[in-house]
């Protein structure tokens, strides 16, 4: 493929409608019309889509009479199942093709953006060979290898790189950022060293970038089309958290989330209650996966992490650590209690909502664990970077009790639940792919393997 087709491509991408060299409002209408069924072709197993695109690819004529309305039907029905508002709902009333197809676009500010990377992405799959690439060594800085022209071509393909002119097969340092820009935006360590995580994702064809695209932002849109004015929503394989107020961000943090085996759940609840200095009650699986063989190794570990030993009647009991680590080498029927303080696993807050899963926001005691790239690094609970800034908030805006609230402030060894004047609705999401502020798409790794596998050549 020569790069000036690439050009050409950006250029006309870059275009509005009404500026694509004179054509004819009907041809226009008819094109808006394809590009929506390519994407929900995408989207959707319904073979309609598809089917209609096919039919309009093989000959824009056709699209007239029943067919026509068949297809605005079908467009329109499907947003409105997504609670997507239509950009005007009195499409039907325009007098030509192209009006009615700019109102039956869903109503959201980044459509073009979503649009104009979907079809790059088809683009890319119909006119360029994406073979898979393989490397024995890593490649750093100044190192010279064979494969850096394909890989700096894909780069230059997927708008990272923006100089074609350095593509060589020497490892430059214009070259190195623009590694990094791709790796930061598919969540890896920005370290500008080609390796096994960046080659996988070099390798990802265009036609899975557009599917997984296409999926993810009509999920995320028809998640945010029924929110409330408040919220609180943390996507799971961003690790992120985002606390919007009426449209506005409030707050966006860094999250930790649980590790593929200790998986955070998706799901849709209600912060009641924020505690101070929480204690935290250690759950049975942590106890005996994590705690206890280190009780064994050792019976100070009890103390020297501020933990209380309680039976099942609410006793607490009391040994040695002689004999602290002689019982944990057997069945061990107590329960672990961390007491409130500077080494309380939780840190210095809780965020609680009631689930079926014993998970909540909290504080960390270990918060370098942030600059980790991969953050599914916890037992399932959610560990927020900027716990304190949530706090305040909480504090400005729910908590009934602020004069108890200032007073406690100072303290760390005793616990306080506060309640809130009303509740704070949460939810947990798994966004893989979305479209950034800039009109990047940034992709991350499918973390818990829940995407189909015929949605990615990525391989996990």
Not at 76 to 85: L, T, V
Not at 137 to 152: A, M, P, R, S, T
Not at 273 to 298: A, E, G, Y
Request: glycine share 4%; proline share 4%.
């Amino acid at each position: 493929m020569h790069k000036r087709n690439t050009l050409l491509f950006i250029l006309f991408m870059s275009l509005s409608p009404n500026q694509s060299w004179g054509q004819d409002p009907d041809s226009l209408g008819r094109q808006l019309i394809s590009d929506q069924l390519l994407l929900l072709s995408l989207v959707e197993p319904n073979e309609a889509f598809h089917d209609y695109y096919q039919l309009l690819e093989d000959n824009d004529q056709i699209y007239q009479g029943i067919l026509k309305d068949s297809i605005e039907f079908e467009l329109a029905n499907y947003w409105q199942s997504k609670h997507i508002p239509l950009k005007d709902p009195n499409f039907r009333l325009k007098s030509n093709t192209y009006q009615r197809a700019i109102g039956l676009e869903p109503k959201l500010d980044d459509f073009l953006y979503f649009t104009n990377n979907i079809k790059h992405f088809i683009w890319l799959d119909d006119t360029y060979l994406w073979s898979a690439l393989s490397l024995n060594n890593l490649i750093e800085q100044g190192d010279k290898h064979e494969q850096l022209n394909e890989i700096g071509l894909r780069l230059w393909l997927l708008g990272d790189l923006d100089d074609s002119a350095i593509i060589g097969d020497v490892y430059t340092s214009h070259f190195v950022d623009a590694v990094k820009v791709f790796q930061k935006r598919h969540g890896l360590e920005t370290d500008g060293v080609i390796g096994p995580a960046t080659l996988r994702w070099l390798n990802m064809r265009p036609f899975d970038r557009a599917k997984v695209l296409a999926e993810n932002y009509v999920k995320k849109h028809a998640f945010l089309a029924t929110k409330s004015a408040q919220f609180i929503v943390i996507n799971i394989p961003g690790f992120h958290l985002l606390l919007m107020d009426n449209g506005e961000i409030s707050l966006d943090s860094r999250v930790i989330v649980g590790k593929p085996s200790r998986q955070t759940p998706q799901l849709s609840s209600e912060i009641t209650n924020v505690v101070i200095n929480p204690s935290w009650r250690v759950p049975k699986r942590i106890m005996h996966r994590d705690l206890l063989p280190k009780i064994r190794r050792d019976g100070r570990y009890i103390n020297n992490g501020n933990y209380e030993v309680y039976d099942r009647q609410g006793n607490k009991l009391f040994r040695t650590p002689e004999q602290w680590s002689d019982i944990a080498k057997g069945a061990f029927p107590y329960r672990l209690v961390q007491k409130p303080g500077v080494k309380n696993t939780l840190g210095r807050y809780k965020f609680y909502f009631p689930n079926d899963f014993s998970i909540y926001l909290h504080d960390t005691a270990n918060p370098r664990l942030f600059n980790k790239a991969n953050r599914a690094l916890s037992s399932g609970c959610i560990r927020v970077e900027k716990v304190k800034l949530l706090a305040e908030w909480m504090a400005d805006h729910l908590v009934n009790d602020k004069k108890t609230w200032q007073r406690m402030q100072t303290k760390r060894e005793q616990s306080r639940w506060f309640s809130l004047k009303a509740s704070l609705p949460i939810h947990l999401v798994y966004w893989t792919t979305w479209i950034d502020d800039q009109g990047q798409v940034q992709y991350r790794r499918d973390i818990y393997n829940q995407q189909k596998a015929s949605l990615m050549s990525l391989a996990q």
